[in-house]
């Protein structure tokens, strides 16, 4: 077997370029990258400083997030509270003066005077009976100070609630001075139509405090009600 020994002459003989070409045709050969000075720079970094400090950062923003966490829960439950403890509360003012029964009294007596013989004596507004209640038209001041916050409520308790303000609404202009049965009425149906819709009122508004209204399960739906 041949043994080829080479010396420096004859290396430069096979290759005519010059370590310093060699060198400057390997630097420019595409798809090749010298990743040496990054893997320096990298090895050189205090990764332990650097943690240290994504930990701090992670902490500082985390702890206000978490806190306004739960004012914002602690905010949605006292809304949910106090527009079920406003129901409640209208619900019983109305059953405690009995309106309704008062209501639904007078309707019946027109109804029999209809009736009546006598029936013709009560025409032209005579004989025509009204009921009247003063109430102010912040009686659900809640309500009012809360319809954008509504959201924190579950769907169909936001809509039941809508629905017994909007009744109960309905009711007030009708027994206010100047109302419908306020001004006075021989006709048993304009009684009994405001009758019919403070019984729905009632009825909505007693169904909606008999069970607590339970929590969204998303706590940053509050911030969606606010918006």
Not at 119 to 133: C, D, I, T
Request: proline content about 4%; some cysteine; glycine content about 6%.
């Amino acid at each position: 077997m041949r043994i080829l020994v080479l010396g420096m002459a004859d290396v430069v003989r096979l290759n005519p370029l010059s370590f310093d070409e060699v060198v400057k045709r390997d630097a420019e050969m595409p798809g090749e990258v010298d990743w040496s000075p990054l893997v320096l720079s990298l090895a050189a970094i205090n990764w332990t400083a650097v943690l240290v400090g994504l930990f701090t950062a992670v902490a500082s923003w985390f702890g206000p997030v978490r806190l306004w966490k739960k004012q914002a829960e602690r905010e949605s439950e006292s809304v949910r509270a106090s527009l079920f403890a406003e129901v409640a509360a209208l619900v019983e003012i109305v059953e405690r003066r009995g309106y309704l029964q008062s209501m639904r009294g007078i309707e019946t007596m027109l109804r029999a005077r209809q009736a009546a013989s006598i029936y013709s004596a009560f025409q032209n507004g005579q004989g025509a009976e009204s009921f009247e209640v003063l109430i102010d038209s912040e009686y659900s001041r809640v309500y009012q100070g809360n319809v954008s916050k509504l959201g924190v409520l579950r769907a169909e308790d936001a809509k039941q609630i809508v629905r017994f303000h909007q009744l109960a609404d309905a009711v007030r202009l009708d027994v206010i001075p100047g109302g419908g049965i306020a001004r006075g009425t021989c006709n048993p149906e304009d009684f009994k139509e405001v009758a019919d819709l403070l019984e729905i009122a009632l009825e909505i508004g007693r169904a909606l405090t008999a069970t607590k209204p339970e929590p969204l399960s998303k706590w940053w739906q509050f911030w969606r009600a606010k918006k």
